[in-house]
């Protein structure tokens, strides 16, 4: 029998990196798409102050003038 060697670190590194990609893919993915109702209701939600220019411009034409 050989004896289990400890992990490489490149390889971990490069898991490390991977699990960070996955993660962020995950995250960004699970946002509504802009100027659908869920979308409309997050902003609803959402201080008007936090809102950047293209977002409050979307919300006008998507969510107010329907």
């Not at 960070?20 to 102050?49: H, N, T």
Request: aromatic fraction near 8%; include cysteine; hydrophobic fraction near 45%.
């Amino acid at each position: 029998m050989t004896a289990i060697s400890a992990p490489d670190p490149l390889m971990r590194r490069i898991r490390f990196a991977l699990s960070i990609a996955l993660l962020a893919g995950a995250l960004f993915a699970c946002k509504p798409e802009v100027g659908s109702e869920a979308w409309c209701k997050a902003m609803r939600d959402q201080p008007r102050g936090d809102w950047t220019v293209n977002e409050a411009t979307e919300f006008a034409k998507s969510c107010v003038l329907r």
